[in-house]
Nanobody, 123 residues
Framework: EVQLVESGGGLVQAGGSLRLSCAAS????????IGWFRQAPGKEREGLSC????????YYADSVKGRFTISSDNAKNTVYLQMNMLKPEDTAVYYC????????????????WGQGTQVTVSS
């Protein structure tokens, strides 16, 4: 059974940092791309970043480029999203999700999702 468990969310002041984790199990980690998404109330789910299978390529949305960094630890089957210079508009529920091999910015291309972790950035 595929399981994706996000953690690391919380309340932070603008300009601060958080590191999210996505712990994965139930599938061959090296065969899957893992993406990070977020959804704020009343808004569509937004693709933020992705790391492809075997960590060969990464993707960042323009809204987070230069502030967020994705990385993976294959020994721990975990993907991280380091978020720096956080802004109030980054407030949302953050999700990780998987798809085979290659990254995509589109949520409906992903097969399985975690339950999400709340990030709140105060001004």
């Amino acid at each position: 059974e595929v399981q994706l468990v996000e953690s690391g969310g919380g309340l932070v002041q603008a300009g601060g940092s958080l590191r999210l984790s996505c712990a994965a199990s139930g599938f061959t980690f090296d065969d899957y791309a893992i993406g990070w998404f977020r959804q704020a109330p009343g808004k569509e789910r937004e693709g933020l970043s992705c790391i492809s299978s075997s960590a060969s390529t990464t993707y960042y949305a323009d809204s987070v480029k230069g502030r967020f960094t994705i990385s993976s630890d294959n020994a721990k089957n975990t993907v991280y999203l380091q978020m720096n210079m956080l802004k109030p508009e980054d407030t949302a529920v953050y999700y990780c999700a998987i798809k085979l091999y290659y990254c995509s910015e589109y949520p409906d291309h992903y097969d399985s999702w975690g339950q999400g972790t709340q990030v709140t950035v105060s001004s």
